[in-house]
């Protein structure tokens, strides 16, 4: 007698913040047959990865939070990344994942079986079966570093900023960094508080103006906590002042030259 194959509704690849919101997601739609599959040892992604001085949010935190999870005790406007990191697991904790969430489980290929109309997983374990994938593994999961002459005889310290290496104090160092996106932002004038000369290098200039913001005292944190509704409009009001200050003009400049 043949063993009938277990097929899975779905399946998940990454436990970041979009893969954990599609599991959310889900069980909250009624749809609990998923597993969400995580190269990892655990949850988090970028916020898991990337631990350089000054990681932060670069979005007011409680609007990067997720909506089906609102977090009133963000410690600062621009959340820290380790504070984002212990939050995400306590998203996983309250979604109750349990053995959906497969940690250390990579996805290492995926190949559409029409005659099924399934995917067909490799994990490098045993064989999975998903009616549908679900790619949540975001863009940020492979460090590039780029193909520089002489960088291979280069015998000093060298890393990727989201494999920062904790282990070499910069402390009275010289230091280049190349890049001035937001990684560079956050973490260049860390450096500049530490390192004895840091030189940058930029391909393109970048626009740069204050960020703002700052810690958000124990008193207002306590106010959301007890009162729902004020952390709501708070979100609210944030979602709308980043739609009327960065909303697309192009509406207007058509307009314009009609």
């Not at 969430?101 to 290929?109: A, I, K, S, Y």
């Not at 007890?226 to 709308?240: K, Q, T, W």
Request: charged share 25%; proline share 6%.
């Amino acid at each position: 007698m043949t063993s009938v194959e277990r097929i899975i509704d779905i399946a998940i690849v990454g436990a970041g913040f979009a893969g954990l919101a599609m599991a959310g997601a889900l069980r909250r739609a009624g749809r609990d047959d998923f597993v969400v599959l995580e190269r990892a040892d655990d949850v988090g992604g970028t916020w898991r990865d990337n631990t350089y001085p000054g990681v932060a949010c670069d979005v007011p935190a409680h609007l990067y939070s997720l909506a089906a999870h609102p977090n009133p005790h963000w410690s600062r406007t621009f959340a820290p990344g380790g504070e984002i990191q212990t939050y995400l697991r306590d998203v996983a904790a309250r979604e109750r994942l349990g053995d959906r969430l497969r940690v250390r489980t990579p996805m290492l290929g995926a190949e559409w079986d029409a005659a099924g109309t399934v995917w067909r997983i490799d994990t490098g374990a045993d064989p999975l079966v998903a009616r549908s994938l679900v790619l949540a593994c975001g863009r940020l999961t492979e460090p590039h570093v780029p193909a520089i002459d002489g960088l291979e005889s280069f015998d000093g310290p060298l890393f990727h900023s989201a494999r920062w290496d904790h282990d070499v104090d910069l402390t009275g160092k010289r230091v280049a960094v190349v890049g001035t996106g937001a990684s560079a932002v956050q973490l260049v004038p860390e450096l500049a508080r530490r390192a004895a000369h840091v030189t940058l290098f930029q391909r393109t200039p970048a626009w740069i103006v204050p960020r703002g913001g700052g810690e958000i005292p124990l008193a207002d944190r306590e106010r959301l906590a007890e009162n729902p509704g004020d952390l709501a409009r708070l979100r609210a009001e944030l979602y709308a002042e980043g739609e009327e200050r960065f909303a697309s003009r192009s509406g207007d400049a058509a307009a314009s030259a009609a």
